[in-house]
């Protein structure tokens, strides 16, 4: 089994709310991440966990908080965005970091619409 | 046929045939290749990998091959079906890059009945 489940689906909020996507990964994986996607574009990295500690934050806006609760959870809190943050925000996972040489599987995504 | 490009190229293909996307790497520490295929609403999915010490890897129905002379990888896609249109990433690591993947512009495969 290599999925990785989020929630929501969809998820339209203001600009003064504050809100939260979900990520879960029940395959035993200890390196867990966050992609932004914009569309017709590759996605871009945003944070990475390892054995739930945050080890890259690729210089995201404070207004994006991440956190990982457990080794299978990783929350985005998400607080007064912008416009321009609206895109297709991925969770992934992989076994470990170190090495590089591991595959990420990806979760469905949250479409993230902020009016 | 074939496609490159720093914009999202498009590869139109008629169903039954071979499909080849490319794709150009940077890095020349990377050593390890993955590729995806996403679909439409969908995040990436993993099709197939190769590392640094090989230069093909078979699939079903696909093969990868990696060119490290000339920093080079493709995908081969065999007797291209509907359902394999999709937007398809390469993706590229490293021992010193930790745990970043960087991903190709993606080529967008559309294959007509």
């Known amino acids: 089994d290599t999925e990785v489940t989020q929630t929501p689906k969809h998820l339209v909020m203001g600009m003064t709310n504050k809100k939260s996507l979900k990520c879960e990964q029940h395959?035993?994986?200890?390196?867990m991440y966050w992609y932004k996607q914009k569309a017709k574009k590759p996605p871009e990295l945003m944070f990475v966990?390892?054995?739930?500690?945050?080890?890259i934050n690729e210089s995201v806006p404070s207004r994006f908080s991440p956190e990982c609760p457990n080794s299978s959870l990783l929350n985005l809190h998400l607080h007064a965005l912008q416009p321009e943050d609206s895109a297709l925000y991925l969770c992934?996972?992989?076994?470990?970091?170190?090495?590089?040489?591991?595959?990420?599987?990806f979760g469905p995504g949250t479409r993230l619409l902020v009016l | 046929g074939e496609s490159v490009g720093l914009h999202l190229p498009t590869l139109s293909v008629q169903e039954g045939d071979n499909s080849i996307i490319n794709c150009a790497y940077s890095?020349?520490?990377?050593?390890?290749f993955i590729w995806y295929k996403q679909e439409s609403g969908k995040g990436p999915q993993f099709i197939i990998d190769?590392?640094?010490?090989?230069d093909k890897r078979q699939g079903q129905r696909v093969t990868v091959l990696l060119n490290k002379t000339v920093k080079h990888l493709s995908l081969q896609i065999a007797a291209t079906q509907p359902g394999d249109s999709a937007v398809y990433f390469c993706?590229?690591?490293?021992?010193?890059?930790?745990?970043?993947?960087?991903f190709g512009q993606g080529t967008e495969l559309s294959v007509k009945p």
């Open positions: 992934a996972s992989s076994q470990v970091v170190a090495g590089g040489q591991e595959t990420q599987y």
């Open positions: 395959m035993g994986h200890r390196a």
């Open positions: 966990y390892s054995y739930e500690k945050l080890s």
């Open positions: 890095n020349s520490a990377s050593d390890y």
């Open positions: 190769i590392r640094s010490n090989m």
């Open positions: 993706a590229e690591n490293s021992y010193n890059q930790g745990g970043k993947l960087i």
